[in-house]
């Protein structure tokens, strides 16, 4: 359900168009749950107004988790050109590409074809709808089929032997009946590529959805909750014996690479997609480490970070730190490494419940006190007054895990990790210090670094 302000775009009067569907949107996309509120700006007079390519939709978010996001999640990218990324919100895409018409749009496609050696390309030519269906624009829409054509007999040959093309719609807008509205709920679905079988009709689907289920499983990301793939119905015999190295799908040209397999990383990436809470913290998300690595092909980010911790020399010193007491002598009191691993089960426990990062959780939980001192709290007080401004364990925890492991370069940890370890102490502010501290060092040192400011969990 679409709601669409249309007014002629003169400066100052496009401003109030696009506040004015901001305004809309607010009322009738957020308030009501009306799917989207677009911006159509036109310039001419009364009588022979003309579109302009400054189209904006406001859309709800998607309500689910799509295909996109799945792809995303996999740590592949998904790029967006034409209107796609206003129609997904901005959901669960890496690059976007806004375009001024069906030309432009192949254009960004062909240039994306050559730039990205894996990923989805996702294409969206927008004019057979705008310009000539909703115009009833006969004439029209047969030079854009015309131009199409040629475009596409251009992409043919640059297709990859791993390759697949598909293309397709999202609804029908016959520009040969009366009403100037959406007229046909059939479109069509052509699919081709090196091992893609010859002469096959896929016949009338029961839903859209099959396309979304085919590519789901073509890049490995686990079942859609709609649809029936017809990937194996397509795929020729050789093409069975190998898995799907890439693809390219368009709609009415989407472009999609997928590599041969997905690493085991990106399996368990895909997995924390399917399993964690929507607000959770997923590790294909992760803000980054101070200094840029390769990832890991089996072990997700926060995992690597639990297994650094767990490795440290710090970590193994917590066995004779004390607890509480200053120095007991009997074998049955609390040390800081059987402290840790029981918040490392609490914590986990209570992550589990709630479908929250369990591997992020558990390095926190055991990286929050590599800092403390020796005799419990009471050593910490003690170097607290001995220290010129003072002395906090967590800002320690932090100067350990930044800079003092590994002879000086420290354990690397993603942003989540460390900031989580910086602000586990009864929520004090001065966690901060400890943050701009860490990074003003990283940066002196020519590394990049993003300082903790908020604590996602």
Same mark, same amino acid.
């Given at each position: 359900?679409?709601f ?25 996309g957020?308030?009501? &749950? ?7 700006p036109?310039? $001419? ?15 709800? =978010? ?10 995303? $999640? ?6 967006? /050109? ?12 890496? +690059? ?15 240039? +994306? ?7 989805? /390309? ?10 000539? &269906?909703?115009?009833?624009d ?8 015309? *131009? ?8 043919? =040959? ?54 979304? +289920? ?58 924390e997609?399917e399993?964690?809470? =929507? +607000?959770?913290a997923?590790?294909?998300?992760? *803000? ?11 072990? =997700? ?7 650094? /911790? ?18 007991p ?34 390095? /926190?939980?055991? $990286? ?17 007054t001995?220290?010129?401004? $003072? ?44 943050? *701009? ?18 604590s996602?969990?």
């Amino acid at each position: 359900m679409c709601f669409r302000s249309r007014l002629t775009r003169r400066s100052s009067r496009f401003l109030s168009c696009t506040r004015a569907c901001e305004i809309a949107y607010e009322l009738v996309g957020e308030g009501l &749950g009306v799917g989207r509120v677009i911006a159509r700006p036109f310039v $001419g007079t009364a009588g022979a107004f003309t579109r302009t390519a400054n189209r904006h939709d406001y859309a709800l =978010p998607p309500s689910g988790e799509t295909l996109l996001d799945r792809v995303k $999640g996999a740590s592949i990218p998904v790029v967006a /050109i034409g209107k796609i990324e206003d129609l997904f919100a901005g959901r669960g895409i890496t +690059q976007a590409f806004h375009t001024a018409s069906d030309d432009d749009g192949m254009n960004r496609t062909e240039e +994306q074809m050559e730039a990205v050696d894996r990923g989805f /390309i996702f294409t969206n030519l927008v004019d057979f709808d705008t310009q000539y &269906g909703h115009r009833n624009d006969v004439e029209g829409y047969a030079r854009n089929l015309e *131009r199409f054509d040629a475009r596409l007999a251009r992409v043919l =040959p640059r297709l990859r032997s791993d390759d697949l093309l598909a293309v397709t719609a999202d609804h029908g807008n016959d520009p040969t009946t009366p009403s100037t509205d959406h007229a046909r709920e059939y479109v069509p679905l052509m699919v081709t590529g090196a091992r893609v079988r010859r002469g096959l009709d896929l016949g009338v689907r029961k839903t859209f959805a099959d396309l979304g +289920q085919t590519l789901a499983e073509l890049f490995g990301v686990g079942h859609l909750a709609h649809g029936t793939s017809f990937l194996s119905e397509i795929t020729s015999e050789e093409r069975k014996r190998r898995s799907p190295q890439s693809m390219i799908c368009l709609r009415p040209v989407r472009a999609l690479r997928a590599t041969d397999m997905s690493s085991l990383r990106q399996q368990l990436e895909a997995r924390e997609r399917e399993i964690l809470a =929507p +607000q959770a913290a997923k590790s294909a998300d992760s *803000r980054g480490r101070l200094r840029a690595e390769a990832e890991d092909d089996v072990r =997700p980010a926060f995992q690597r970070d639990r297994d650094r /911790i767990i490795h440290c020399k710090a970590f193994r010193r917590l066995k004779h730190k004390t607890q509480v007491f200053f120095a007991p002598t009997g074998d049955h009191y609390r040390t800081r490494l059987t402290h840790t691993l029981e918040v490392s089960q609490i914590a986990r426990t209570i992550a589990k419940v709630l479908r929250l990062h369990e591997e992020l959780t558990e390095a /926190i939980a055991l $990286g929050h006190d590599l800092g403390h001192t020796p005799f419990g709290h009471a050593g910490e007080r003690v170097i607290d007054t001995l220290m010129p401004g $003072g002395f906090n364990h967590y800002e320690q925890s932090l100067r350990i895990v930044d800079t003092l492991e590994n002879d000086g370069r420290g354990l690397n940890l993603t942003w989540e990790v460390r900031d989580g370890i910086a602000k586990h102490s009864k929520g004090s502010p001065a966690h901060r210090s400890a943050c *701009r501290s860490s990074s003003d060092r990283a940066r002196s040192k020519g590394r990049s670094c993003a300082s903790p400011t908020s604590s996602p969990t």
